[in-house]
């Protein structure tokens, strides 16, 4: 029996790594003002040469970014630099992915109409994270996170979250994270994916965090597997995970995606990515073939607009 395990094929556009938020586990973010935002321009440059180049079996353009403060001048500047990457990307004939923070509704609902899919990690329920590596973080507010996911759910967006794994929080906390994701999941059934994402040091970290301790990730994928619908995809970010045993072993209790696959990992830029020829080499011999999916998960395209959903048709 063939069992198959999903990836996306994907590219990584950063808006800016300016963030006003200072998460001790982060690598990606620069003070603000020490960051150039990245231009139409430039974003062109790179699709097209995408377009030319290696890409046209490149479906997803992730839009990662640092963050504006809600209240900040230059907060509308900054979405509507985020809007016009995506429709950009889109005119390029790839799908956006948006994840950029919690957004306003209305900024949510305008991005809607340029993503085929968003998404937020929730990271953890626990407030006492807010005392520790979110002391200087407004962004990652439990209560905030939460409304963001119920937002999508109203607004009718695919959505993609997650727990962030070895921050401080217990085993407990995993369980009151993955309740949450699965009652507004209950409520909306926007949820198309839960990435399970150990942190794992950098070299721009600011904190000496401990990373999390990867043979505990099966474990934490069966919990999630027991907590979560079925139809509700578990994915692990298989650069992070460091040895094909403990790939498999994910996979073995209930892991099928592994997220998407880009040149580089903005997140975690010291964890390359294994080449997709490797994977497969790890794969096969245990029985698993390596499919590429789309961004979107085919049971919402009827919830994309008729524009979005011909473009998705097309590339199916
Ligand atoms: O390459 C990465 N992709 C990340 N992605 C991309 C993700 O794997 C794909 O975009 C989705 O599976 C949609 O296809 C995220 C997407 C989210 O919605 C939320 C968090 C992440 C986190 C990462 C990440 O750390 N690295
Ligand atoms: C985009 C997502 O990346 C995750 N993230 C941020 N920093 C790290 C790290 N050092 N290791 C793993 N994941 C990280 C957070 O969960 C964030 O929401
Ligand atoms: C590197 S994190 C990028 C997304 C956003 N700043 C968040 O933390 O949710
Ligand atoms: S993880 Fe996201 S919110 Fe936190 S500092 Fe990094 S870019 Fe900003």
Known sequence: MVKTVTYSPAYTLVPTYECFNR???????????????????????????????????????????????????????????????????????????TNVGPLSEEEMASLKTVNVSMGLMLEQVTPKLLETVHRHAPSKQPERRLLQLELAGKLGIPFTTGVLL?????????????????????????????????QRLGQRQESQLQGFELTQLPEVVGLAREMLPSEVTLQI???????????????????????????RDEVNPDYPHWQSQRLREILEPAGWQLCPRLPVYPRFN???????????????
């Not at 020490?34 to 479906?59: C, F, H, N």
């Not at 929080?169 to 909306?188: G, M, Q």
Request: glycine share 8%.
């Open 23 to 97: 998460c001790d586990y982060c690598n990606f973010r620069r003070e603000p003002g020490e960051d150039e935002w990245m231009s139409l321009a430039r974003g062109r440059e790179i699709l097209q040469s995408l377009r030319e180049g290696v890409g046209p079996q490149v479906t997803e353009i992730l839009i990662l970014s640092g963050e504006v403060h809600p209240r900040h001048p230059r907060r509308s500047l900054w979405f509507q630099r985020i809007f016009n990457l995506c429709q950009l990307a889109l005119s390029l004939g790839f799908l956006p992915h």
């Open 237 to 263: 970010p298989p650069n992070l995970v460091e040895t094909p045993e403990i790939l498999l072993a994910c996979l073995e209790a209930g892991a099928r995606d592994l997220g998407g696959i880009s040149p």
């Open 302 to 316: 009827p919830w994309l607009s008729p524009k979005l959903r011909s473009q998705v048709e097309a590339i199916s």
């Open 166 to 198: 070895g921050i401080g929080e217990t085993p407990l906390d995993w369980c009151n994270s993955l309740r949450e994701i699965a009652r507004i999941h209950s409520r909306w059934g926007h949820i198309q994916e839960v990435i399970l994402q150990p």
